[in-house]
């Protein structure tokens, strides 16, 4: 493969990354929301974001295999998993070396999920809202299309849906916080002699 052909196949495969990992994070939303996809079983939800989350991985890994194979940037193993090291445009690949640290926590526990438990999981899970953001400022610090128009409206598409969901998310926790203690209250009144 010549240079253009993998420079031009990593730049597919970051974009493909940012769909996918949106959808990944649009998913692990709806699960934790207990929402279902018109058609799916609740159960189905949860089995597509696991499908995805490991066809986005597979995609991320394409992605800096072309990366490191490319002789147009020396990118090695050590810049592929130590953030800041590399000599080319060290901040923005190593945000995307940060983001690639927090999947793999995140891919790790879930692999080991039954064996540490959910609470842990779940609190090294919660990596993922961290992930996301990381990852999409890397790909707009390093990407050669952050300034063409798909670029531009892919990524506005992605930030909008994740935000939307994100804020209904926290608004479901609020909305579950300040109904526990009412809750909690009505019952001790209720058992009260």
């Given at each position: 493969?010549?240079?253009?052909?993998?420079?031009?196949?990593?730049?597919?495969?970051?974009?493909?990354?940012?769909?996918?990992?949106?959808?990944?994070?649009?998913?692990?939303?709806?699960?934790?929301?207990?929402?279902?996809?018109?058609?799916?079983?609740?159960f189905g939800t949860l089995g597509l974001h696991r499908t995805l989350s490991l066809s986005a991985t597979a995609?991320?890994?394409?992605?800096?295999?072309?990366?490191?194979?490319?002789?147009?940037?020396?990118?090695?193993?050590?810049?592929?998993?130590?953030?800041?090291?590399?000599?080319?445009?060290?901040?923005?690949?190593?945000?995307?070396?940060?983001?690639?640290?927090?999947?793999?926590?995140?891919?790790?526990?879930?692999?080991?999920?039954?064996?540490?438990?959910?609470?842990?999981?779940?609190?090294?899970?919660?990596?993922?809202?961290a992930c996301w953001p990381v990852a999409l400022a890397h790909g707009i610090g390093i990407g050669t299309d952050?300034?063409?128009?798909?670029m531009t409206w892919l990524t506005v598409c992605c930030v909008a849906a994740v935000t939307t969901a994100t804020?209904?998310?926290?608004?479901?926790?609020?909305?579950?916080?300040?109904?526990?203690?009412?809750?909690?209250?009505?019952?001790?009144?209720?058992?009260?002699?």
């Amino acid at each position: 493969m010549n240079s253009a052909t993998l420079w031009y196949a990593g730049r597919a495969t970051g974009a493909v990354c940012l769909v996918l990992f949106t959808v990944v994070v649009l998913l692990g939303i709806a699960v934790r929301l207990r929402g279902r996809i018109p058609g799916l079983p609740r159960f189905g939800t949860l089995g597509l974001h696991r499908t995805l989350s490991l066809s986005a991985t597979a995609f991320l890994a394409l992605h800096i295999a072309l990366a490191a194979v490319d002789s147009y940037v020396n990118i090695t193993l050590l810049d592929v998993l130590v953030p800041f090291v590399s000599d080319y445009r060290p901040l923005w690949l190593g945000l995307g070396t940060v983001a690639l640290d927090l999947l793999l926590a995140v891919l790790v526990t879930s692999l080991l999920r039954a064996r540490l438990g959910h609470g842990a999981w779940r609190a090294v899970h919660r990596l993922a809202y961290a992930c996301w953001p990381v990852a999409l400022a890397h790909g707009i610090g390093i990407g050669t299309d952050t300034g063409a128009d798909w670029m531009t409206w892919l990524t506005v598409c992605c930030v909008a849906a994740v935000t939307t969901a994100t804020g209904l998310r926290l608004a479901h926790s609020l909305r579950a916080a300040r109904r526990t203690p009412t809750a909690l209250l009505r019952t001790a009144e209720g058992a009260r002699p």
